[in-house]
């Protein structure tokens, strides 16, 4: 019957623009009913994620009220949720936009098949991605282990034209209850740093193309040369956005295409990090075990340090290497962290202190508000070693001489760590603010002597790695 609803159920597409399953669901003709599922699989993100989303929730709904609809909040497993809902609202069926790790793949694949063996559509649609992991294929069938062959294969592939916005989203007779965001308490594992990283955030779909627009008029020209400079503001910044589908990477894709096209400098350049985002969730979904596991088989004997006190200097910014501690902080101040300073900060923790990669995946899911599970792993296995990689290098990047390279006036360092500065400026403060109190750090105490010598450090590193092959 053409009045029965389409239950909408949104999770990182909160977005209205070029939304393949809003459009499809448009088509339909059918009443859409937009919800939103606080399930145990969303429920299990780090804190700083999960504040973040909140604020998206709450931005995504304002946007949905302005077209004439809602946007309906359940808390409970996302299969009970939608059957009662359908059973309340007479729904013909669901739609969803896909997800890639296997947390949700998982999920998706019992919902799916439930609510169509009771009776109800349901399907779901891309939107996450430029292309379907299972879309790029090398040229004997398989998948793509190395990036360069992978940025080769999809710089020429087609990518559909960007959807516009609805005008008007068709709403159901009746509305259903629905809970209240605030009664979630979605940013309580923050405590006091939410208010912290409030400051810095950047919320909704609006900001994220305003974003965009004053990356590519003031910044793209010099991406090239400056992105690896985490003291000056060069990036785009929109992994904040693309994590929670505010924008797609299909309308940042055309946006860079037009200023390659035009002779920017610095457009192939981040046209290929928008593919590397890309190439991770293809790798994601062909070997899932990389979001856990160390993807190459001969890591699994490499004699890796577990947690220890020596991490919790490093979760804490307090390693006594400025560029490592500069980068730990920011993180905690901003919910984010500069590529090249993530770089660092995970090769100290993994070669200098020999530590598990998975230790530093696990604190960066808890501490970033551009948590991301398909770049968040490769990040860290790649950095390991024990990650997909062209080269046999066993890298080892020295804190002191990438800061003279990329930190050469050392504003990065000081802008983020209080006691190396005669004036801290607010992040540097702001991290004592949003650090937990337990911690009992203070801005006035003298910053820490290193924890290891570098080059002992490195020595150490590379006779481990040469047990391992040994």
Not at 78 to 101: F, H, I, N, P
Not at 175 to 185: C, G
């Amino acid at each position: 019957m053409p009045d029965q609803p389409l239950l909408l159920w949104f999770r990182r597409d909160l977005r209205l623009a070029d939304h393949p399953m809003l459009a499809a669901a448009l088509d339909s003709g059918r009443p859409l009913l937009p919800v939103f599922i606080l399930d145990p699989e969303t429920e299990a993100i780090g804190a700083a994620a999960k504040w973040r989303l909140g604020e998206g929730i709450a931005t995504f709904a304002r946007a949905l009220e302005a077209l004439g609809s809602q946007l309906v909040l359940r808390r409970g497993p996302a299969l009970e949720v939608l059957q009662a809902l359908a059973r309340e609202t007479g729904a013909a069926g669901v739609r969803w936009s896909r997800l890639y790790d296997p947390a949700s793949v998982a999920r998706d694949r019992q919902v799916k098949a439930a609510l169509r063996a009771g009776g109800l559509s349901a399907e779901s649609h891309a939107g996450h991605l430029l292309h379907e992991p299972w879309e790029v294929q090398t040229g004997q069938g398989g998948f793509y282990k190395v990036y360069t062959p992978y940025w080769n294969a999809v710089r020429q592939r087609p990518v559909a034209d960007a959807l516009p916005v609805p005008k008007r989203l068709p709403a159901p007779a009746q509305w259903p209850e629905s809970d209240r965001l605030e009664d979630w308490r979605m940013g309580a594992a923050m405590q006091r740093g939410a208010a912290v990283v409030a400051r810095y955030a950047s919320v909704g779909e609006v900001a994220a193309q305003a974003r965009l627009r004053g990356f590519l008029d003031a910044r793209l020209e010099r991406y090239a040369d400056a992105r690896d400079l985490p003291g000056v503001e060069a990036t785009s910044r929109l992994s904040e956005h693309l994590t929670y589908g505010e924008i797609t990477p299909r309308a940042i894709w055309h946006a860079g295409m037009r200023a390659l096209h035009e002779g920017v400098p610095g457009a192939e350049k981040f046209l290929k990090e928008v593919v590397w985002r890309e190439f991770s969730y293809h790798l994601l979904h062909h070997t899932p075990q990389i979001a856990s596991e160390n993807w190459r088989n001969d890591w699994q004997s490499f004699a890796w340090r577990g947690d220890s006190d020596d991490a919790e200097r490093w979760r804490r910014g307090m390693t006594g290497e400025p560029f490592v501690d500069a980068a730990m902080r920011e993180m905690f101040v901003t919910g984010t962290m500069h590529n090249r300073a993530r770089l660092i900060a995970a090769s100290y923790l993994t070669k200098h202190l020999l530590t598990d990669w998975r230790v530093g995946q696990a604190w960066f899911e808890e501490c970033l508000i551009d948590w991301d599970p398909a770049s968040n792993a490769l990040g860290w296995q790649w950095v390991a070693g024990s990650g997909p990689d062209a080269s046999p290098y066993f890298r080892i990047f020295n804190p002191a001489t990438q800061a003279e390279k990329f930190d050469p006036d050392g504003g990065y360092r000081s802008r983020y760590i209080a006691e190396l500065s005669t004036a801290p400026g607010p992040e540097a403060l702001g991290f004592f603010e949003a650090a937990p109190r337990r911690w009992g750090l203070t801005p006035k105490a003298a910053y820490p002597a290193p924890m290891i010598g570098l080059a002992e450090g490195r020595d150490r590193a590379l006779a481990a790695y040469a047990a391992r092959n040994a």
